[in-house]
Structure formats: C-alpha cells, structure tokens
C-alpha cells in the first residue's frame, strides 16, 4: 500500500483489505451467535457500507434478510451535523429483529436519527447496530454500538466504501487522512 491523493488530500495506507476480512469475519460470527435461531434483517445505510456490508453477508453463516436507507450527513471532510434522509427503507421491519449495518460511526447523529425513525415509524422487535468503525473520542451519544469491528482515532478515513466527496469508496484498502490535514 502507497500514500493516495484523491481531489487535493494525501492519504496514507491504515488497513490492508486482509486486515478488514478478519475483522468483518469476527463481526459476522459475533453477531450469528446472538441470532443464530432467528432470522435477522440486515439494514445497510448506504452508501459508504457497501463493501463492509457485502463482506459481512458473505461471511454470516446464518439466515437473513437484507433491506437498505440512505441518510448523509457530510459535506466533503466534515460532517454537518445534519442528517438528511436520501431513500425510503427498502424492507417492512415491523415486528423483526433488525441490525443496522454502518462502514463508521462518528458523532453518531445519523444512528441516533435512524434508532428515533424506526422505533417511531416501522416498530421493529428489535434494533442493534454493527458498525466497521468507531470513532470513540468524538462519539457522544448514550446508546450502545452493539458490534464494534475497530476503534479508529479520530481521523478522516477512504477507502472500502468510505469516500471524500464521492471518490475512494472502489478502494479496498483503507486510508486515512495525512497528518497535517483536516481531521474532523
């Protein structure tokens, strides 16, 4: 792995794509041995899970379902503290025991607004959430990230679906912002 430039950031190599195998691998298991007689409904929030998600299905040994939401809330390197909701859930969850699939949680503001929109709206059985990446020195919210693959510093990370301001996500390693650039 060599340092990128994708738009006007460097980037240096953080997670060789092995690396992140194994720990969606562990994080498929994990979660097989809570839902293993059950049936669960993986919601991936697009689009920056798309890799994670992918891998993570391949890997579960179990039956499930699958469903997706689109919600943003980063304008290039910074989040906005806004999230906006871009596409309907694509899967009824009344009823179902329902794990919300994330490449990263930061601020956890877009978990937080999609536990209110489910538990208000569609009425699941119940709600956990798996998230690749976990940013704790800026995660501030009382509710639980259930399954944590990695906690990252924090520091704007490409690559495997994550992208700066659309490009890097076909990535499969991960990258992370250079020193002496913006963190956010």
Same mark, same amino acid.
């Given at each position: 792995?060599?340092?990128?430039?994708?738009?006007?950031?460097?980037?240096?190599?953080?997670?060789?794509?092995?690396?992140?195998?194994?720990?969606?691998?562990?994080?498929?298991?994990?979660?097989?041995?809570?839902?293993?007689?059950?049936?669960?409904?993986?919601?991936?929030?697009?689009?920056?899970?798309?890799?994670?998600?992918?891998?993570?299905?391949?890997?579960?040994?179990?039956?499930?379902?699958?469903?997706?939401?689109?919600?943003?809330? #980063? =304008? /290039?390197? %910074?989040?906005?503290?806004?999230?906006?909701?871009?596409?309907? @859930?694509?899967? +009824?969850?009344?009823? $179902?025991?329902?794990?919300?699939?994330?490449?990263?949680?930061?601020?956890?503001?877009?978990?937080?607004?999609?536990?209110?929109?489910?538990?208000?709206?569609?009425?699941?059985?119940?709600?956990?959430?798996?998230?690749?990446?976990?940013?704790?020195?800026?995660?501030?919210?009382?509710?639980?990230?259930? #399954? =944590? /693959?990695? %906690?990252?510093?924090?520091?704007?990370?490409?690559?495997?679906? @994550?992208?700066? +301001?659309?490009?890097? $996500?076909?990535?499969?390693?991960?990258?992370?912002?250079?020193?002496?650039?913006?963190?956010?």
């Amino acid at each position: 792995m060599e340092s990128i430039k994708v738009h006007d950031k460097s980037f240096v190599p953080y997670l060789k794509h092995e690396e992140i195998l194994t720990i969606v691998d562990r994080m498929a298991k994990e979660v097989y041995e809570e839902y293993k007689d059950e049936r669960p409904v993986f919601i991936g929030v697009l689009s920056g899970v798309i890799q994670f998600f992918s891998d993570f299905i391949k890997a579960y040994p179990g039956e499930c379902e699958l469903g997706f939401i689109k919600m943003s809330s #980063y =304008v /290039g390197t %910074e989040s906005s503290g806004i999230v906006f909701k871009e596409m309907e @859930l694509t899967k +009824d969850i009344k009823d $179902r025991h329902i794990i919300l699939m994330e490449d990263i949680v930061d601020t956890g503001n877009t978990i937080e607004n999609l536990f209110t929109y489910f538990k208000e709206t569609q009425r699941p059985k119940s709600i956990k959430v798996a998230s690749l990446l976990l940013k704790p020195d800026v995660y501030k919210k009382e509710f639980k990230i259930d #399954y =944590v /693959g990695k %906690e990252i510093p924090n520091k704007f990370v490409l690559g495997y679906g @994550l992208d700066y +301001d659309e490009l890097g $996500r076909n990535l499969k390693d991960l990258y992370q912002l250079e020193d002496g650039s913006i963190n956010h």
